[in-house]
């Protein structure tokens, strides 16, 4: 449901297409911790406040990071998917348990 509002200037405010393909991005590596912080907290509750706390921060970056290109320097840009991957990779690097467990699903 992102697509339609990311097309009219939502989150990457004059890139209607590569806004919906960044938001993509965002979205599919923001699923592996996601995943993770549901496998671990064992509720729904985890990924949410997650997912809740993501959308301030959004917010908060627009204050801070002035004159930024959206698609690069904003939480759901090429900045915020660089460090949603190191995370995954962290995870995958210094939880082999959760792997094992989650390959097992």
Known sequence: WHAPIIAQ???YPGH????????????TSLSFPMAYCRFKSKTILGPSALHGMINPLGVLTVFFVVGANPLVGFV??????????LL???IYV????????????
């Not at 209607?16 to 979205?27: S, V």
């Open 9 to 11: 200037g939502h989150n």
């Open 94 to 105: 210094f939880d082999k348990k959760f792997i094992r467990d989650y390959q097992m699903l």
């Open 76 to 85: 759901a840009g090429i900045a915020g998917i660089a460090v949603i991957l």
């Open 16 to 27: 209607p297409l590569a806004g919906i393909f960044m938001m993509t991005l965002f979205t």
């Open 88 to 90: 995954t990779v962290g």
